[in-house]
């Protein structure tokens, strides 16, 4: 029988997995209706592939907690990768990209302002609260908080293949026309972000985890 608690930590991640899919959704069948969907390009921005992954992993991880089982060291290293992409969404996105000028060849539509407030505003803000303040993770090791990087670093090299192939970057930072150094330094500090977020979150919330229980 799922405890009272566990019910509520699985529907609260199955409701945060719909959100975030329904938000990709919401912005694809806008597009389509207004004809300037390129799912090459939009397939290929971080924060969709973030939004989507994230989505599969809440959802894993919410019938789990359903159904009683124990989450494995694979999940909960999914879910901190989720959880720091996420956080990286929110900020650079909010410090970097929410003033950026359009494509040219959107000129004329605007985003749907909700889809967009959820992807980049509060599912990062909720995804960081629920990593923190749920127990059912597996105690991972410090280093294998640098398992984060797998994702954002295989994103990055398939961004710089294709956009060599096709002269088309989903962020101007990782673009060469901004100059190799920038790129460089931007790439360098990103993937330092993620590290330290993995090495910050990992013990954080073991220790929350483990006042939950003396309660």
Request: hydrophobic share 55%; glycine share 4%; aromatic share 14%.
């Amino acid at each position: 029988m799922v405890q009272k608690r566990n019910l509520l930590i699985g529907l609260v991640r199955i409701a945060m997995a719909v959100t975030l899919l329904y938000a990709v959704y919401w912005q694809i069948s806008d597009r389509l209706s207004h004809n300037v969907f390129r799912p090459a390009e939009y397939f290929s921005y971080f924060t969709i592939t973030s939004c989507i992954l994230s989505g599969i992993v809440l959802l894993v991880a919410g019938l789990g907690v359903l159904r009683n089982k124990s989450e494995g060291k694979w999940l909960t290293i999914a879910r901190l990768t989720m959880a720091a992409s996420m956080i990286i969404v929110g900020v650079i996105y909010n410090l970097l990209l929410a003033n950026e000028k359009p494509n040219p060849l959107d000129a004329g539509y605007d985003w749907p302002v909700v889809p967009n407030l959820i992807m980049h505003t509060y599912m990062p803000i909720i995804i960081f609260l629920e990593w923190l303040i749920t127990n059912t993770a597996f105690k991972l090791k410090l280093k294998q908080a640098f398992w984060v990087l797998i994702y954002p670093l295989s994103w990055l090299a398939f961004s710089l293949i294709r956009g060599s192939i096709t002269g088309w970057w989903p962020y101007w930072f990782i673009d060469p026309a901004s100059g190799l150094p920038t790129v460089v330094q931007w790439i360098a500090t990103i993937s330092a972000f993620f590290v330290v977020l993995a090495l910050v979150l990992t013990p954080l919330q073991q220790a929350l985890a483990r006042s939950y229980r003396r309660q």
